[in-house]
């Protein structure tokens, strides 16, 4: 499990940065079309919303493994 909690945080770290870059339009969002193509996993509260998923998973993680010891 802390192997699994490691893999998500590493994953939580980089969607936060790729918010960030995205947020302020540094990186721009990879799909600028309209609303029929764009999805929300390339805007920055997707990756925001995504980075907040993977980091409560790593909590999740690290919790069950310290509940077996």
């Known amino acids: 499990m802390r192997v699994l909690a490691l893999v998500l945080a590493i994953l939580g770290g980089l969607c936060t940065v790729m918010g960030i870059l995205t947020a ?3 990186v721009p969002p990879f799909i600028t079309a309209g609303a029929a193509t764009a999805s929300v996993a390339y805007t920055a509260a997707g990756w925001g919303g995504l980075a907040v998923i993977l980091l409560l998973g790593c909590i999740a ?3 069950v493994h310290h509940g077996h010891e």
């Open 24 to 26: 302020v339009e540094v």
């Open 61 to 63: 993680a690290l919790h």
